[in-house]
């Protein structure tokens, strides 16, 4: 797992769209795999940026959210699909019909999380899964005990999860119970994995998921398992990490490390 510990949430955010930009540049037909959260809002204004000033091509590109509410309709405006459409997909040249978001009206969810795992295969697999991670170390939907194994499916979500998201409604009752996610088996079949995350309020479980034991309480920590992540994080973010000074040299002196692998 590489991590890079950026200076704050501007650095944070234009790091990792240029890491994602980069992907796209040398596979242009890229199977990106997206998140929803405040966390990557200034990634995304950053890939606008990049796609106006500089023509990044999204044309090509076939996109997977990671999950969405049950029972929300894919235009109301809690739904990640709105959500999607507005910090990102109406901004740039991107190809709707290579734009999939879990449905969250579905009459048959089981049928659909089905199709949806084998609309992913039929795209030949996720190239870059983009993820945030929750206070309770959840990535997507992925509460706390959720199987490593475990593919798209509903989840239950737990109280602190809707106490976080219930500041984009009106109250907490408005919030939706459950969620279609991807499982931590879906995400870990990425060939690649960029995670970030930024404030105070992430530092504990940061440190927990980065440099703790793998534990399905701390689903994030799943990651360790996959060999091509990187994490991103602000300063915040990374503030009880014990190995800072570490990270730190690997980011300055990424020539060095270069050379010696002979890229
Ligand atoms: C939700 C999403 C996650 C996201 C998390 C963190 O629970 N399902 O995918 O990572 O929120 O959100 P934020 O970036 O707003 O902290």
Redesign the pocket.
Known sequence: MEVIIADNYDEMSKISAEFIAAEIRRKHDLTLGL??????LGMYRELVNLHKREGLDFSKITTFN??EYVGLDPLHKNSYNYFMNENIFKHVNINQSKVFVPQGNTNDPEIFCEWYENKINDAGGIDLQI????RNG????NEPGSSFASRTRVKALYKE?IE??SRFFNSQDDVPRF?ISMGIGTILDAKKILLIANGIKKADVCAKFIEGPVTSMITASALQLHSNVTVVLDKDAASQLTRTEYYDWIRNNKHLVQKMIGS
């Open positions: 998140a929803t959260g405040d966390t990557p990671l999950d993820l945030g991670i929750g959840h990535i997507a939907f999860t976080d998201n969620a």
